[in-house]
């Protein structure tokens, strides 16, 4: 779908629509004004034009380029611009991963209610990649991403709870949480769930909520 015509709406806020909507027709004029705009410092345009060249968008992918335009953008303080900065370091796109940058670039939106970051926090202190491993601290975040709604956080951490590990075992959390992510769309947790009422596995035996489970699962795309 084109964006509006130009002129209809406040440049920067047109160029956003334009890129967002990948409408080739405006697409070189969104591109200027994102880049006018960065060359003047402004950190939402740094943000934009970052991710453009991070994803190749109409323009060469260089991750060396959206790092230095993300950077520039995270540093004025725009919380969404350290997460993405925060994932090329995680994952080592154009540059070597560096979990202690990545930490450092998640961790303040992560304070301020991201549950992006907190679910990106939370799965660097459980992998314990170049960071020290610590469980208990990838609970809390992943407890925070969930109850931000964040439907991978709440599968992860229900698996946790039905494991025990880094929280006590609680199959009662577990199943809230499950079901939470079932409910969000998640197929993982929606298997998960009718292996468990199928196996009697820490539930009752239920062959009716298996199948429903199951057959939930069978028509939903993995997120």
């Not at 909507?21 to 034009?49: K, V, W």
């Not at 799965?123 to 609970?139: H, K, N, P, T, Y």
Request: net charge negative; charged share 25%.
């Amino acid at each position: 779908m084109d964006a509006p015509p130009y002129g209809l709406m406040e440049p920067l806020e047109w160029a956003k629509l334009v890129i967002r909507s990948r409408s080739e027709r405006d697409y070189r004029e969104a591109l200027s004004i994102l880049g006018e705009r960065a060359a003047r410092g402004d950190a939402y345009a740094e943000l934009m034009l970052g991710l453009v060249h991070a994803r190749g968008q109409g323009v060469e992918r260089d991750f060396g380029i959206a790092a230095d335009l993300l950077g520039r953008s995270a540093a004025q303080g725009n919380l969404s611009a350290m997460y993405f900065l925060g994932k090329i370091h995680v994952r080592g796109y154009g540059t070597d991963k560096d979990a202690r940058k990545a930490m450092e670039c998640f961790r303040v939106p992560a304070e301020h209610g991201d549950a992006r970051a907190q679910y990106a926090m939370g799965l660097i202190r459980f992998d314990g990649q170049g960071v020290e491993r610590d469980l208990a601290e990838s609970a809390g975040w992943f407890a925070a991403a969930a109850a931000g709604g964040h439907s991978e956080a709440q599968f992860v951490l229900g698996q946790l709870y039905k494991a025990g590990v880094g929280v006590p075992r609680d199959i009662d959390a577990a199943l809230d949480l499950l079901t939470s992510a079932a409910a969000n769309g998640h197929r993982g947790a929606m298997i998960l769930l009718g292996s468990m009422y199928a196996a009697g596995d820490g539930v009752a035996a239920d062959e009716a909520a298996a199948r429903r489970w199951d057959e939930m699962a069978a028509v939903t795309s993995d997120r």
